[in-house]
């Protein structure tokens, strides 16, 4: 508890600090309204004590749809210290205390499952951020999962998104799959046990799942990013970003157990071909 009051003593004031300026940002529609929220999280990251590994790079040819897992509501914070994205999160999360907030500040889009009119809205705020070329992440099975496992993509938004950009060639929209995959908890490799402290899914309480995390320390996670996927049917896109995510997700998780099982690093060699790093 100790930890957690520390950490919320620091981000606090980060938040207070950087909420005028991001304000701003939005109203006067600066280009660094999309910069500020990536430092924001990777100063939050570097405080609750996240480590991230990355391994491959975002494509960066031009405006990308991110097919991504999702495990916790620490994604947010992790895949948005890596870069400048915006998420599509389902409508009941403007309504959160704090969270909500946030995500709005960040430019989340909102679905309303429950009305196809909004639905409809919604995929083409998404269509006409992706045309101005933004990032999107959309968490493709729709809800988050206990992390041990990645759940069927789901292909109904992903279409939507295609269908509103329609046949335009001169807009391309790439679509790379993304997996994120948590590989240490407060030192050690996580098992079933310590992944239910991760993974916030199902009935977990947020406020509770909150504290304890940050109160945990260091928390290891692997950002892995796909191939560009250049297919064009919505089921074929789906097919193939689940099945990236899947061999990423589980190369991670062996990777992680590997690497928690060698040799302390001052007793080994560094390897010859090191994936790539990026810090939060």
């Known amino acids: 508890m100790i930890r957690f009051v520390l950490v919320i003593a620091c981000i606090v004031p980060l938040t207070l600090a950087l909420l005028p300026v991001h304000l701003l940002a939005l109203r006067y529609g600066w280009r660094i309204q999309r910069s500020i929220p990536?430092?924001?999280?990777?100063?939050?990251?570097?405080?609750?004590?996240v480590r991230i590994r990355q391994?491959?790079?975002?494509?960066?040819?031009?405006?990308?749809?991110?097919?991504s897992n999702h495990v916790s509501w620490l994604d947010i914070c992790v895949i948005s210290a890596m870069a400048p994205v915006s998420f599509v999160a389902k409508s009941e999360v403007a309504t959160w205390p704090v969270f909500g907030w946030l995500a709005k500040l960040q430019r989340t889009v909102f679905i309303d499952r429950q009305?196809?009119?909004?639905?409809g809205e919604a995929t083409a705020e998404i269509g006409a951020r992706l045309a101005s070329g933004e990032a999107i992440v959309l968490f493709a099975e729709g809800t988050s999962s206990d992390g041990s496992r990645v759940l069927p993509f789901r292909s109904a938004l992903v279409g939507a998104v295609h269908h509103t950009l329609g046949d335009d060639t001169s807009m391309p929209v790439g679509v790379q799959p993304m997996a994120v995959t948590y590989t240490g908890f407060g030192g050690l490799p996580i098992g079933r046990e310590l992944r239910e402290r991760v993974a916030w899914y199902g009935d977990a309480e947020l406020i509770p799942?909150?504290?304890?995390?940050l109160s945990a320390g260091a928390i290891d996670v692997t950002v892995s990013w796909g191939e560009p996927i250049r297919a064009s049917d919505r089921k074929a896109i789906t097919r193939q970003a689940e099945a990236s995510v899947r061999r990423m997700s589980e190369a991670a998780r062996r990777a992680g157990v590997q690497g928690a099982m060698a040799p302390r690093p001052e007793t080994t060699a560094a390897p010859q071909s090191e994936p790539q790093f990026e810090p939060a």
């Open 55 to 67: 391994v491959g790079r975002r494509d960066n040819t031009g405006a990308v749809l991110i097919l």
């Open 38 to 49: 990536q430092m924001y999280h990777r100063i939050a990251c570097r405080l609750i004590g």
């Open 209 to 213: 799942h909150f504290i304890g995390l």
């Open 115 to 119: 009305a196809r009119q909004r639905t």
